[in-house]
């Protein structure tokens, strides 16, 4: 099979947005070497120089034409193509691309019932079976409600060559817009309020007219030359281009849009183009509205300000020119295609059982058993790798499993002893302990017929359980409880290979009584502050024997939950992060007799870990999630002086907002606030300078110029004197007072490198919880975790409640010791002058074994970029792009693998979804290629 694509799409006609699509992305393509073949439902005579097919909407009759035309990639534009995609032979790569369809809410109850039934069809059927979702536009991706979707926009150079935008003539000003006359869609494509638009203008006395060019009859035509607009009636190529470039406006009055071709088109040819902001339109035009009055007030400017209609032009050409065209498209949709065939699992997919991309919440539990059927499943290739190729080198070590029988039932026992004997690895023996039960009569039955479960009669703790345990390796185990077929050898595996490592633990999920599996647990690196918090390692992880003999030892009344997470911190206290893998497998299911930690347990542990380190304040039950606690660390004597650097520039409602809470309702005893100006030159921001001037705890450095985040900050904090330093944007706004000693106190801890906030929007929807690497794959760089979540959401298993380590953190609101700062020579104010300056600064103290940590417990408002606002000119976007490419470079496949964000979850967006397929390689893959046993990405020793 050779390397091509194949295209389908309901039809090949011109002036069809779709069929562009198809057509400019296979012309570019072509001009690359990729083959590319079209296949569509209707005929086609407008595109010769494309091999375009008509091929019926069947499995079979794709899969044909595909093996003929020697392609292995197919991608959807269009239904009826979307529903056979799942159909398809596995063996080629499936892909949708959706251009979207418009919002059911906007069309009337029957239709837009229809409508919804469409698009939850897809949802259920279509993108969890296939191997990728594309889609036009960001905006897409929330519409269609798909967060793994990737993003491939469309180009827009094939509208016609550019050769400068001609001169406003003289007259009328020449506002245009392309529509489908008639009834048609004109709801939703905003055409009923042309009229109200033109009434408009009529009331200002403006100079202008409306010309629409669209197809449609003369009737139609006609009906609205009568009401004073100019037509253009059906249209060829050319003449929509001349259309396009020889108005001095144009306009989208649109309500949806996944991605509004016209406009792009219209601004290619470097005239300025209006649109409501709805849909995609903020991807696609620089020049939003929020409603027909705003549009109406530009136009105004426009029929009397030449100057401003022609930098207007020139701003949209550059928007568009840099941003889309059908090369850059290609480009992308094969970069997405390379990436998802390496990613494309071995595991065989039957027919119906696949699923993927769905956000995770525990409620999805059908699209999780999909999602674990396709990328956690063992093919029969898989199973005799992993028992024979795999282990061929590995010197086995026995594992005995202890197992609680105190609480459950037969069934329970059943479950447990079907996983174990069902396990690829046998080196392991069985001891019970715990109050006897029913389940002690199902467990004699087993102790008969295999010798490696040792005895039916319970030791009365697990403490004389380890005393008599055969394995240098120890499982605890709750009765109910299963493992995944490979779980023994993936967990001892990592151990062995390792001598370093004392601790392995995996990913998790929960099991009913039918076998059913929902909400699953997908763990990160090591990370101290929950492993005291809560009980983060889990049951189905594996220790040495000796380690949880010793604290058994000492602390003989402990609970089985209770010892394995004191052996944890003590691990970590004596040596580090280096003792600890983890895998990113579900290896572990917990069943209904599960018995968690005790919150007084938590507690006792917290406090043994802690005090032989640090003074604690207070050791509580977490306020915010049930089953985990808090810590309070308490502030030294003396109190370090605090630094807060807030650059600003002209917002003086901001800037006084965000003073004020720091001097008056921030309750930390020893603060200096340095503002630092960027040229400000409205009166009301040089009056709030002055009289903040006169406040003694505030000093005012001027540093005017181009703004550079970094500069600023650096600037400031040569001025300060702090022991601390708070990075603090100007449009932070306090709302309670023992923020700023919280995030001291964290900041000031052995270890810490940078602390972050939990930032939330004004309508109290979480903004900032810490920042994932790699957001926006393929090539993203990082982005916010969990934004949108409510305020009092607890997070998925209490990650929006709980003290956690992160990659980094928003320099929005970010505390660091100076000595740090310093030693770490501050933000690049050269290379990342803008963005990604606070992750490049977090990342260096990674680098060097500190750890950065978010904190739910310091909450501030934050009115993100209201201070510079969300729009970027060329310049601005050519400097984004070049920061983009400083961090790619400098951070590499960091990016792509960050430690605190498990590889089974999503990079396409914020939001917790499944990655489809997920990142990186399963351990036994490498020796299916070249019968070598090594691990790859999983496992491995952490720093």
């Not at 091929?55 to 239904?79: F, K, Q």
């Not at 869609?185 to 009923?192: M, T």
């Not at 530009?298 to 928007?319: P, V």
């Not at 202890?402 to 329970?412: K, M, P, T």
Request: proline fraction near 6%; charged fraction near 20%; charge should be negative.
């Amino acid at each position: 099979m050779r390397d091509g694509s194949f295209f389908l799409v309901i039809r090949m006609q011109r002036g069809h947005g779709v069929s562009v699509t198809a057509a400019e992305t296979a012309r570019a393509l072509l001009r690359c070497g990729h083959a590319v073949t079209i296949g569509c439902v209707e005929p086609s005579i407008d595109f010769p120089d494309l091999d375009v097919r008509t091929i019926s909407p069947d499995a079979g009759a794709v899969a044909a034409a595909m093996r003929a035309a020697g392609a292995d990639t197919v991608v959807a534009l269009s239904a009826p193509y979307f529903d056979i995609l799942p159909d398809l032979p596995s063996d080629f790569l499936r892909l949708a691309w959706e251009a979207g369809d418009p919002t059911p809410g906007l069309f009337p109850a029957t239709e837009a019932l229809i409508r919804e039934g469409w698009a939850l069809a897809k949802r259920r059927n279509v993108y969890p079976r296939i191997d990728g979702v594309m889609t036009v536009s960001e905006f897409l991706i929330s519409d269609i409600n798909w967060p793994d979707a990737i993003v491939v926009p469309n180009g827009a150079d094939h509208a016609g060559v550019y050769i400068g935008k001609p001169k406003r003539a003289d007259g009328p000003l020449r506002v245009g817009l392309l529509a489908r006359l008639g009834v048609g869609e004109a709801r939703y494509k905003g055409f009923d309020l042309v009229e109200p638009l033109q009434t408009e203008l009529r009331l200002r006395n403006v100079n202008a007219v409306i010309e629409v060019m669209g197809r449609g009859t003369e009737t139609d035509a006609k009906l609205l030359r009568r009401h004073g607009f100019k037509v253009h009636l059906n249209g060829t190529d050319a003449e929509r281009a001349t259309f396009l470039s020889e108005i001095d406006v144009f306009i989208s009055l649109s309500l949806w849009e996944g991605f509004d071709l016209p406009i792009v088109e219209a601004q290619w040819f470097g005239t300025p183009s209006l649109a409501l902001d709805t849909g995609a339109h903020p991807a696609v035009t620089p020049l939003l509205m929020p409603d027909l009055g705003g549009i109406a007030d530009l136009l105004e400017s426009y029929a009397c300000d030449a100057a401003l209609l022609a930098s207007h032009g020139q701003l949209c050409r550059n928007f568009v020119a840099t941003r889309f065209t059908w090369d850059a498209t290609a480009e992308r949709y094969l970069l997405v295609r390379e990436r998802l065939h390496a990613a494309k699992p071995t595991v065989v997919v039957k027919k119906g059982g696949s699923g993927s991309g769905s956000v995770f919440s525990p409620s999805d539990s059908l699209a999780y058993r999909q999602w674990s059927a396709r990328y956690q499943s063992l093919t029969a290739q898989d199973i005799n790798t992993i028992g024979t190729v795999w282990w061929g080198l590995r010197k086995p070590a026995k594992v005995s499993i202890l197992v609680d029988v105190s609480v459950g039932s037969q069934r329970d026992i059943a479950c447990l002893f079907s996983s174990l004997l069902g396990q690829i690895y046998s080196h392991w023996e069985v001891l019970f302990f715990g109050t006897p039960s029913d389940a002690r009569l199902l467990a004699a039955t087993y102790s008969l017929s295999d010798g490696r479960i040792r005895q039916a009669t319970p030791f009365t703790s697990v403490a004389l359980a380890l005393d008599e345990a055969d394995g240098e390796l120890v499982m605890c185990l709750d009765n109910g409880a299963a493992l995944s077929k490979p779980a023994l050898s993936l967990l001892v595996a990592a151990m062995v290979d390792n001598g370093d490592i004392a601790v392995v633990y995996a990913d998790e999920d929960r099991i009913d009584e039918d076998g059913g599996r929902s909400d699953p647990v997908f763990k990160t690196q090591i990370d101290p502050d929950l492993l005291i918090a809560c009980e983060f390692v889990g049951r189905g992880a594996i220790f040495r024997k000796d380690l949880l003999r010793q604290e058994a030892a000492w602390h003989p009344a402990l609970t089985p939950a209770a010892l394995l997470q004191a052996t944890a911190l003590k691990a970590y206290r004596d040596f580090g992060a280096k003792a600890f893998a983890h895998l990113p497998l579900i290896l572990h299911h917990i069943g209904a007799a599960h018995l968690p930690i005790e919150l007084h347990d938590l507690k006792q542990n917290a406090a043994r870990f802690i005090e032989p380190c640090s003074d604690v304040s207070h050791i509580e039950p977490n306020p915010l999630v049930q089953g985990t606690i808090s810590i309070r660390y308490p502030l030294p004597d003396p109190t370090p002086h605090v630094s807060i650097i807030v650059p600003t520039r002209d917002r003086a409602n901001l800037l006084s907002n965000c003073i004020e809470g720091i001097l008056y309702r921030t309750d930390y005893p020893s603060v200096e606030v340095i503002i630092v100006d960027n040229g400000s030159t409205s009166d009301e921001s040089l009056n709030l300078l002055n009289r903040l001037s006169m406040e003694p705890r505030v000093k005012i450095i001027s540093s005017p110029g181009p703004f550079n985040y970094a500069k600023l900050i650096n600037g400031g904090v040569m001025a300060s004197t702090g022991d601390i330093l708070v990075l603090l944007n100007d449009d932070i706004e306090v709302i309670g007072s023992d923020w700023l000693t919280e995030m001291v106190t964290q900041a000031i801890r052995p270890g810490i490198g940078a602390v972050g906030a939990k930032l939330l929007y004004p309508d109290r929807r979480v903004q900032h919880a810490g920042i994932v690497l790699g957001i926006g794959w393929p090539g993203g760089v990082a982005g916010h975790m969990y934004m949108g979540a409510s305020a009092d959401d607890p997070g998925p298993q209490g990650a929006l409640s709980m003290t956690r380590t992160v990659s980094a953190v928003t320099g929005a609101c970010l505390v660091v010791r100076r000595d740090l700062y310093q030693q770490f020579e501050g933000l690049d104010e050269i290379k990342l002058a803008v963005d990604f300056n606070d992750v490049d600064f977090c990342l260096r103290l990674q680098e060097q074994g500190f750890r950065n940590i978010w904190t739910p417990f310091a909450i501030l408002y934050h009115k993100e970029s209201a201070s510079r606002g969300k729009t970027r000119n060329y310049e601005q976007e050519k400097r984004f792009g070049e920061e983009v490419k400083y961090m790619l470079a400098r951070w590499g496949t960091l990016l792509d693998n960050d430690p605190y964000w498990n590889p089974n979850l999503s990079l396409v967006g914020t939001d917790l979804a499944l990655a489809n397929p997920p990142r990186g390689r399963r351990p036994w893959e490498d020796a299916q290629k070249d019968s070598l046993p090594r691990l790859k990405n999983v496992g491995r020793k952490q720093k």
